[in-house]
């Protein structure tokens, strides 16, 4: 009997160096070392486990206060099968800590997150600070959120991409419809073509500030609307007429008040802008 309680003390305590109190037959708290330590190479051979465990009169009391504070020790690490029997505090211990675990900032404000360098999208405070609020709510880690947040911008970019490349097509098939008709109303192509550039003159000359200067910015705005977007057809035949008289030097027969339109190169601020 002796010998199965010696062995079964080994194999299970015989790592364990301080117990708490248990209960059975405690003794006086120290003092002479109990002779049945002799029978325990973990207590014999290791003077403060044998201190520890001294107060203790027999293996038997040994041995159940040693099974008890095993019980402690081990007790916030043993899940139980039903998991429905977890506290609120250990539940919310464990999560504490999976969180911890797993990256999980302790409040909103505490995830670091940038969009791609490159990226299209943008993402204002607002937006960025509903996001963060969203992830911690759901748990989610900061390396994951980062991910999301990159898929997001991603995909936003792809989808714009594709919006704007639609969107020019559209544009450069209406140019090209545009083109058709106004070279029909011109008598042909190579009169079309110079029509509109007396037409981008025209409108160039009427690029001007407060002072009745040219000004060369408000002209590249406009001219970079006018080659992208073209100007509706509408708008060609009004201005065909104005135009082609501002060519020829003279004022339009109806509608008057443009006088003489002159071409970039007599504007030195609008030299080298007229294309």
Same mark, same amino acid.
């Given at each position: 009997m002796l010998f199965r309680v010696k062995e079964l003390f080994r194999r299970r305590f015989g790592n364990i160096h301080f117990f708490a109190d248990g209960d059975g037959d405690g003794g006086g708290g120290g003092g002479e070392t !109990?002779?049945? +330590? =002799?029978?325990?190479?973990?207590?014999?051979?290791?003077?403060?486990?044998?201190k520890a465990m001294s107060k203790y009169k027999t293996a038997d009391?040994?041995?159940?206060?040693?099974?008890?504070?095993?019980?402690?020790?081990?007790?916030?690490?043993?899940? !139980?099968?039903? +998991? =429905?029997?977890?506290?609120?505090?250990?539940k919310n211990e464990i999560r504490a800590n999976v969180a911890k675990m797993e990256?999980?900032?302790?409040?909103?404000?505490?995830?670091?997150?940038?969009?791609?360098?490159?990226?299209?999208?943008?993402v204002d405070d607002l937006g960025m600070a509903e996001f963060k609020v969203f992830c911690k709510e759901n748990r989610v880690s900061n390396e994951t959120a980062q991910k999301l947040l990159d898929f997001q911008t991603g995909f936003t970019d792809r989808v714009s991409a594709a919006f704007m490349a639609d969107e020019a097509q559209k544009i450069k098939d209406r140019n090209v419809e545009i083109s058709k008709q106004f070279s029909i109303d011109c008598g042909g192509e190579a009169q079309q073509v110079l029509r509109r550039e007396q037409i981008k003159t025209l409108?160039?000359?009427?690029?001007?500030?407060?002072d009745d200067k040219p000004d060369p910015?408000?002209?590249?705005?406009f001219e970079k609307q006018y080659d992208e977007k073209g100007v509706d057809l509408?708008?060609?035949?009004?201005?065909?007429?104005?135009?082609l008289a501002a060519a020829e030097g003279g004022t339009p027969a109806a509608g008057g008040g443009y006088g003489s339109a002159k071409p970039a190169s007599d504007y030195a601020e609008?030299?080298?802008?007229?294309?």
């Open positions: !109990p002779e049945w +330590h =002799s029978d325990f190479p973990c207590l014999a051979d290791n003077p403060e486990a044998s009391a040994g041995m159940s206060a040693a099974y008890e504070a095993q019980k402690k020790i081990g007790l916030p690490f043993w899940l !139980p099968d039903d +998991h =429905s029997k977890l506290t609120d505090d250990q990256g999980l900032p302790e409040t909103a404000d505490g995830y670091v997150l940038k969009v791609k360098e490159g990226s299209k999208t943008t409108l160039q000359s009427m690029c001007k500030d407060a910015k408000m002209w590249e705005d509408v708008l060609l035949r009004a201005l065909s007429k104005p135009a609008m030299r080298g802008k007229d294309k």
